[in-house]
């Protein structure tokens, strides 16, 4: 936790209220989202009891497993998630957008719009990572033959869950983690991992305090908790009896009786998550969106395009594990994308960079002095180089030769020339670029004397990646080229299964 | 005279022994090659009948200071002079410039190639030397039978394929890393200390735990999982610890190998030029640090933030009072004496909010020439006394990255005289509330040492020598 996240939680508990840390919205919420509530079966690994599920806060759909320790039902309940799963992908593909980039580039298309799928927490994440497993090697024909959309679901959950691994990706994401990126809470972040508990820090009902809110959450009667684990006494209590009535039923209607009593209970507990979803929608969609949040979504669109060609191409199934060299170029994305996004988050928003600024790798000031015309004549030809002298109260530790830039001005690059260290301090920089062709600047391309400017090192631009080996040139040190994937029935067994 | 030339101690004997095994190891690779010596370039088939059964690597494990840099010199200037092209990885430029300049005092009249990134300036002690050529593709470095660089500019090679790779500081390479450049050589040799800092990332990287080709794991780990058969050397004597050190770090961070130092307990002394005031409170630490190579400087039990004030005006007062002293070592390089300066200092953290930190407390006091970083920059240097803010100070919790041994073992095995530790009081208390609760996974080899104990042990040593603050 940061300096200013434990300050802001302080600042939380002493006025009973959920504190923002951030000015602007950094993920992504979709027009259309489509909500989806886990529950899983206590004592079985990843076997689902009840999902809700739906892209409409007026109309969810309850999908429910009678007896889950019975693999048919199990995979009856795939289908069942699979039609409103796939049916909800499949409205995304069909409207397209040019998405050509750069003058000299191939034209070319992608999706205009890509799926969103939220779930509460991070282990519903981890769930939609499970279920896509013991899915999607499944095969629809010959023994054990599912419903042929059930592996087809399989890929798409494994997709979205590999995709959420991935630094400011939206296609899948957890309630809790999207409130707590905006809200610090006067609780702890293990206590944040309880959707209801934290939306009561953000957003307490009428007469109530953030505190009573979140305690009033801990009532497993009023707030069952947001899944995939059930509450143990509901377990014991409710569902237990409720599993069993089913499997004694005799004759249809009685069938139809215990299972609509099943449906009912377990509708008891989805539905306050089902709601409290919905108000973690309406609360994220009522922050302005980040400048680079648009661009980041666009790179989520070109992944959704990419998984439906490859899958449209007959591609196999995502293999169970990594093969060395998927996995150091997996592990590389993921640090680019990392660092990309921790970058991209603090020039879209002022209170992010403040982490910076306290510990100097980004400074705000005053232009105390600015000489916009000067011309470096010193190469072979003249060129346009303004200076200007920012004078700052923040503990200055960036050195002189260092590139820096700000976030409102892009193009334009500044080095320091010279830094008068002591409070307040005063950086001496030379621009360069975003200031015309011209040897006298575009007007308002030079900060003038009394503008405010953050400037940082940090630069979000692009980095080259060098390659990696072809997968059959593994080289010796890592274990030799790896055996061709073919996708087989084992690829499906668990030893837990 | 060098101890490599003619062995004077047991000790001495013992390491050139070690080093000697090596080297003929690498000899009886190299000569199976055959006439020629050029590298093949007839595809894996040619590389099998070459290798012959024999081993393609070989790792040379080093405790601190016990002359890693010396053996890559030497395994490099042998290769090359048996008419093999080696090529050099090292991780970092100030270590790629390092070993180009000892490689160039080694061998003067050998072609060194120095192969950089494009917004490399030369330094000087790269420049001083007629035989190293600077160039950014290696193909202008053709005439070179030795070509120095960094992993990350060795991973940007298409192709070239070098008979031989020495690899320095191999356990802070990136099995990632390796897998880059492991198509550039034929045979190689690991050289690193096993007991530093693992590679890190800032990424979750659960979902490759257990796989023999884990991208998180070091080089070296990744090398002997995928290639049980590879021999692994050690190389037995510190020649920077002093006899004081070596009992506590090698107890704490090489609990099953041990290694002995290369200087008699009374051939490093420390001494001080003046005298020091009974009221100052920095005297005593660093009184208590000379004569025994250890003190822990407590600071009064608090939870601080990162940064925390005192024990930051802590340690750049240490080293400021150091320095008034006058401070001046004995050791087998100088019996009789010669003075600490600024240089010879450093200022150890975790963090490089607090390294920065130190670094502004020192400016205010002005203090100039101490060296203040992290423990991972510290990583393969060497300085007369050391100051280390103790990762744990101040702290509500321990964590795996402040519980973790390399860190620790970084920190405190940087010096030739002597440590000082500064650190709030209470951290057996913080080490005994938070006891490893790290999930054993499976298929992942147990590492040893387990860092919460190696803290306990190296704090039950420390305890000995505590000093109030």
């Known amino acids: 936790m940061s300096t200013l996240t434990a300050l802001a939680r302080a600042r939380a508990v002493a006025s009973a209220v959920a504190q923002p840390i951030s000015t602007v919205r950094h993920v992504h919420v979709s027009d259309r989202p489509l909500v989806l509530i886990p529950l899983a079966l206590a004592g079985e690994a990843s076997a689902p009891l009840a999902a809700m599920v739906g892209d409409d806060p007026g109309s969810a759909r309850l999908l429910v497993v009678a007896q889950p320790r019975n693999r048919d039902q199990r995979f009856a309940f795939a289908a069942g ?42 282990a519903g994440i981890g769930f939609v990572r499970l279920l896509g497993r013991s899915t999607r090697f499944r095969r629809s024909d010959g023994e054990y033959a599912v419903d042929p959309a059930v592996p087809v679901l399989g890929r798409w959950l494994t997709f979205l869950a590999e995709r959420a691994e991935y630094p400011g990706s939206c296609l899948l994401l957890a309630a809790t983690e999207a409130l707590a990126l905006h809200w610090a809470s006067g609780q702890s972040p293990v206590e944040d991992l309880n959707l209801a508990a934290l939306l009561g820090w953000v957003d307490p009902p009428s007469g ?31 569902l237990a009896p409720l599993i069993a009535a089913c499997a004694r039923a005799d004759g249809d209607a009685a069938a139809h009786r215990a299972e609509a009593s099943l449906r009912a ?55 169970r594990r990594d093969s060395a060299v998927a996995a150091a170029r997996r592990l590389d994305w993921l640090e680019r994308a990392q660092a990309g996004y921790a970058i991209q988050r603090a020039l879209d928003d002022p209170l992010v960079m403040a982490e910076y600024r306290m510990t100097g790798e980004a400074f705000a000031g005053t232009v105390t002095a600015a000489e916009p015309g000067r011309i470096d004549g010193t190469g072979r030809r003249r060129k346009l180089r303004p200076l200007i002298t920012v004078t700052t109260e923040d503990p200055v530790r960036i050195e002189a030769g260092t590139v820096l830039s700000t976030p409102g001005r892009p193009g334009q690059k500044a080095l320091v020339v010279s830094v008068y260290a002591g409070r307040p301090a005063r950086v001496v920089l030379e621009l360069s670029g975003g200031m015309g062709r011209a040897l006298i600047p575009v007007p308002g391309s030079v900060p003038e004397v009394g503008d405010r400017l953050c400037y940082t090192a940090l630069s979000d631009s692009y980095q080259r990646s060098w390659p990696f080996p072809a997968r059959e040139q593994t080289p010796w040190t890592h274990g030799g080229p790896p055996p061709e994937y073919v996708p087989a029935d084992e690829d499906a067994s668990e030893v837990w299964s | 005279m060098t101890a490599a030339d003619v062995p004077q101690t047991s000790a001495e004997a013992e390491a050139a022994e070690a080093v000697a095994g090596v080297l003929a190891g690498l000899a009886g690779l190299a000569t199976r090659r055959g006439p020629g010596g050029m590298a093949t370039r007839d595809g894996p088939d040619g590389l099998a009948g070459l290798a012959g059964g024999r081993h393609r690597g070989v790792v040379v494990d080093s405790p601190p200071g016990a002359g890693k840099s010396a053996l890559v010199v030497r395994a490099t200037v042998d290769l090359a002079m048996a008419g093999e092209p080696v090529m050099v990885v090292a991780q970092t430029n100030g270590q790629v410039d390092d070993l180009t300049d000892r490689l160039a005092l080694a061998a003067p009249r050998l072609a060194i190639g120095r192969l950089s990134a494009a917004d490399y300036v030369p330094t000087p002690r790269v420049l001083r030397h007629l035989t190293v050529s600077v160039a950014q593709q290696a193909g202008d470095l053709a005439a070179c039978p030795v070509i120095v660089a960094t992993a990350a500019k060795w991973a940007t090679l298409a192709d070239g394929i ?14 990632d890393m390796l897998l880059r450049i492991a198509g550039r050589f034929e045979r190689a040799l690991f050289v690193g200390d096993p007991g530093q800092l693992d590679p890190f990332s800032t990424v979750e990287s659960d979902r490759w735990l257990g796989l023999a080709w884990d991208p998180m794991q070091s080089a070296v780990a990744a090398l002997l999982r995928n290639n049980p058969g590879i021999p692994v050397h050690r190389l037995p004597v510190s020649w920077r610890l002093p006899a004081t050190a070596v009992p506590v770090v090698g107890e704490a961070f090489y609990p099953f190998t041990g290694f002995r130092s290369g200087t008699a307990p009374q051939q490093r002394r420390l001494e001080f030029a003046t005298r020091g005031f009974a009221a100052w409170s920095a005297d005593e630490p660093i ?14 039990a608090r939870h601080t933030v990162r940064t925390d004030a005192e024990a930051v005006v802590a340690c750049a007062a240490l080293a400021e009072r150091i320095l008034q002293r006058g401070a001046v070592s004995f050791s087998e390089r100088a019996p009789s004496g010669e003075l600490v300066t600024a240089d010879r200092i450093a200022i150890g953290t975790a963090h490089r909010d607090q390294a920065r930190a130190v670094r502004s407390q020192l400016g205010e006091l002005s203090v100039a020439g101490v060296t203040v970083d992290t423990a991972n920059r510290l990583q393969g240097r060497e300085f007369d006394v050391t100051i280390v803010l103790h990762p744990l100070s101040g702290r509500v919790d321990a964590t795996a990255f402040h519980l973790e041994a390399g860190r620790l073992c970084v920190l405190t095995s940087r010096h030739r005289h002597a440590c000082i530790v500064v650190a709030r009081a209470g951290i057996p208390e913080l080490l005994d509330a938070h006891p490893s609760t790290e999930p054993v ?17 190296v704090m039950a040593h420390l305890s000995r020598h505590r000093v109030r603050a």
């Not at chain 1, 992908?89 to 298309?109: H, L, N, W, Y």
């Not at chain 1, 306050?272 to 666009?298: E, H, I, N």
């Not at chain 2, 996974?441 to 042990?457: I, R, T, Y």
């Open chain 1, 265 to 319: 209970a377990l509708s008891g507990q989805l539905t306050p998550t089902w709601k409290l979803m919905w108000r973690a929608v309406g609360l994220l969609r009522g922050l302005p969106p980040g400048g680079r949040v648009a661009p980041r979504w666009d790179a989520d669109k070109d992944a959704f395009t990419g998984y439906v060609t490859y899958l449209g191409e007959g591609g196999p199934p995502q293999p």
């Open chain 2, 162 to 175: 070098w008979p031989w790779a020495v690899i320095d500081e191999a356990y802070q390479m990136r099995s």
């Open chain 2, 441 to 457: 996974h499976l298929n992942v080899p147990a590492k040893f040492p387990d860092g919460w104990e190696a803290n306990q042990a």
């Open chain 1, 81 to 122: 998630l699979a039609t409103v799963i796939l049916g909800y992908i499949d409205t995304f593909r069909s409207a397209v957008e040019d998405a050509s980039s750069g003058a000299d580039r191939e034209p070319r298309q992608r999706f205009a719009d890509a799926p969103q799928v939220l779930v509460p927490n991070r």
């Open chain 1, 208 to 238: 109530m305090t953030g505190p009573e809110a979140a305690a009033a959450a801990e009532d497993p009667l009023t707030c069952p908790p947001a899944g995939p684990a059930t509450d143990p006494t509901f377990d014991n209590e409710v």
């Open chain 2, 287 to 300: 009184e208590t640090a000379a004569a025994s190579g250890w003190a822990l400087y407590e600071l009064p």
